[in-house]
């Protein structure tokens, strides 16, 4: 049975407010998905809406440029990645006129699948109980998958914390801790620190985690912390050695606080490396950021230059822009930047001749360089000489993921014996 025209106009709306907590608590879908009154309701109805637009996704045979792409890209643009539709269009070769037709249609596919997947069978005006095996999926996700669902779909904006900020704040609690324990807490913080690309709320909650094993643990000794940018990036450092003059802690506690710690590391785009013993506590986290590593692009598309420009926001990354290879190496010279993307179909330019040019030229020989393309010639990409590739249209998740990895191929290789792990000194 096909959706009703209520269902589906409630599903595009709900689509709309997708990033809108408040008013995605109140859409009248919460019900119908059984998860009205919930605290959680506005993560579980982005999780629904975000899982169901990949349950359209065509498998990775499908022709790149189906009409199933375009239906699902349709969705993942605008809603899921927030782009415009003149964006969105331009991201997948179409016109605006095409993709409003192809996302109506993909609306209607999106609500015939959820109206099937909750066992619907009328419209909104109607009262209708959750199955129960719709609540499977829920059942089987930990409670602390739950808690931090938040986290992983915070929007980019949200994902930028002020160390300056948050760390005195950190430390105002800590010190409260440190004197119920009779721990001295030592702190140096360079001054200035930069903006950083995790989520305040996480990155608060890691150093408390740290922080609460590490304290009782100096019991009538010292604990240290150190923070301080390091090329694009901030370390902190949280360290102590065991004393035995007040109690112990619990093990259990101290797992459950230090798995915690590493969940939320993980879904925060941060490292951490931790070392504990029956002597000793030794954590550092490397925290990206904010704008420090930049990136070179190399397109005749203005709109896909100011797409990469949006994914970047809200990360370590930078974008500079470049409309040919010409105008990139006098920018280059400027920015001297970490990584190059480059477009290969560009009308008055031999995209190819660019890649070996660029690889061959002073400024740029040492820079990995990522084809960006519609072609589907990854394998000619490598031989000739590109570190990565990404294929057109591109998503956020892809374009991050892909400067992700060429930068910790670039951290390798600049530390091959992985002194970049290694703890702050004692005595600093």
Same mark, same amino acid.
């Given at each position: 049975?096909?959706?009703?025209?209520?269902?589906?106009?409630?599903?595009?709306?709900?689509?709309?407010?997708?990033?809108?907590?408040?008013?995605?608590?109140?859409?009248?879908?919460?019900?119908?998905?059984?998860?009205?009154?919930?605290?959680?309701?506005?993560?579980?109805?982005?999780?629904?809406?975000?899982?169901?637009?990949?349950?359209?996704?065509?498998?990775?045979?499908?022709?790149?440029?189906?009409?199933? &792409?375009?239906?699902?890209?349709?969705?993942?643009?605008?809603?899921?990645?927030?782009?415009?539709?003149?964006?969105?269009?331009?991201?997948?070769?179409?016109?605006?006129?095409?993709?409003?037709?192809?996302?109506?249609?993909?609306?209607?596919?999106?609500?015939?699948?959820? &109206?099937?997947?909750?066992?619907?069978?009328?419209? $909104?005006?109607?009262?209708?109980?959750?199955?129960?095996?719709?609540?499977?999926?829920?059942?089987?996700?930990?409670?602390?998958?739950?808690? +931090?669902?938040?986290?992983? +779909?915070?929007?980019?904006?949200?994902?930028?914390?002020?160390?300056?900020?948050?760390?005195?704040?950190?430390?105002?609690?800590?010190?409260?801790?440190?004197?119920?324990?009779?721990?001295?807490?030592?702190?140096?913080?360079?001054?200035?620190?930069?903006?950083?690309?995790?989520?305040?709320?996480?990155?608060?909650?890691?150093?408390?985690?740290?922080?609460?094993?590490?304290?009782?643990?100096?019991?009538?000794?010292?604990?240290?912390?150190?923070?301080?940018?390091?090329? &694009?990036?901030?370390?902190?450092?949280?360290?102590?050695?065991?004393?035995?003059?007040?109690?112990?802690?619990?093990?259990?506690?101290?797992?459950?606080?230090?798995?915690?710690?590493?969940?939320?590391?993980?879904?925060?785009?941060?490292?951490?490396? +931790?070392?504990?013993?029956?002597?000793?506590?030794?954590?550092?986290?490397?925290?990206?950021?904010?704008?420090?590593?930049?990136?070179?692009?190399?397109?005749?598309?203005?709109?896909?230059?100011?797409?990469?420009?949006?994914?970047?926001?809200?990360?370590?990354?930078?974008?500079?822009?470049?409309?040919?290879?010409?105008?990139?190496?006098?920018?280059?010279?400027?920015?001297?930047?970490?990584?190059?993307?480059?477009?290969?179909?560009?009308?008055?330019?031999?995209?190819?001749?660019?890649?070996?040019?660029?690889?061959?030229?002073?400024?740029?020989?040492?820079?990995?360089?990522?084809?960006?393309?519609?072609?589907?010639?990854?394998?000619?990409?490598?031989?000739?000489?590109?570190?990565?590739?990404?294929?057109?249209?591109?998503?956020?998740?892809?374009?991050?993921?892909?400067?992700?990895?060429?930068?910790?191929? $670039?951290?390798?290789?600049?530390?091959?014996?992985?002194?970049?792990?290694?703890?702050?000194?004692?005595?600093?």
């Amino acid at each position: 049975m096909a959706a009703g025209e209520g269902f589906i106009a409630g599903v595009s709306t709900a689509l709309e407010q997708l990033y809108m907590p408040d008013r995605l608590r109140r859409s009248s879908l919460t019900e119908l998905f059984g998860v009205s009154g919930r605290y959680d309701a506005a993560l579980a109805m982005q999780r629904i809406l975000t899982e169901a637009i990949q349950a359209l996704k065509p498998p990775r045979d499908e022709p790149r440029y189906s009409r199933s &792409w375009r239906l699902y890209y349709s969705l993942q643009y605008r809603y899921v990645e927030q782009m415009s539709q003149r964006d969105s269009a331009s991201q997948m070769g179409v016109s605006t006129r095409q993709l409003r037709r192809d996302e109506h249609l993909a609306r209607e596919m999106l609500a015939n699948l959820l &109206w099937e997947r909750f066992g619907v069978d009328g419209d $909104l005006a109607q009262d209708h109980a959750r199955p129960a095996d719709a609540t499977n999926g829920e059942d089987e996700q930990s409670s602390v998958e739950k808690e +931090l669902e938040w986290l992983r +779909l915070a929007p980019p904006q949200e994902c930028v914390a002020d160390p300056n900020v948050l760390l005195p704040g950190v430390l105002s609690i800590a010190r409260v801790v440190a004197v119920q324990h009779g721990a001295d807490l030592r702190v140096e913080i360079q001054d200035e620190l930069p903006p950083l690309a995790t989520h305040p709320v996480a990155l608060r909650q890691v150093l408390l985690n740290l922080l609460s094993v590490a304290i009782p643990r100096a019991s009538g000794g010292e604990v240290r912390l150190f923070a301080s940018s390091s090329a &694009w990036q901030v370390e902190i450092w949280v360290q102590c050695a065991e004393h035995s003059s007040g109690p112990q802690p619990s093990l259990e506690q101290e797992t459950a606080l230090l798995n915690m710690a590493h969940r939320l590391v993980d879904l925060s785009r941060c490292t951490m490396d +931790l070392a504990v013993d029956a002597q000793s506590f030794d954590a550092r986290i490397a925290i990206p950021a904010v704008a420090q590593l930049p990136v070179l692009a190399i397109d005749d598309n203005a709109d896909t230059l100011r797409l990469l420009q949006r994914y970047a926001g809200g990360t370590r990354y930078r974008v500079f822009c470049a409309a040919d290879p010409e105008a990139a190496l006098k920018l280059a010279a400027e920015i001297t930047p970490r990584i190059i993307l480059l477009d290969v179909m560009m009308p008055q330019v031999d995209g190819w001749e660019a890649l070996s040019r660029l690889l061959q030229h002073p400024l740029t020989a040492g820079i990995p360089i990522v084809v960006c393309t519609i072609l589907p010639q990854e394998d000619l990409a490598l031989l000739l000489g590109a570190k990565g590739f990404l294929r057109k249209p591109v998503s956020r998740q892809d374009f991050l993921a892909t400067l992700d990895k060429q930068m910790a191929h $670039l951290a390798e290789a600049a530390d091959p014996e992985g002194e970049k792990g290694r703890a702050a000194p004692r005595d600093r």
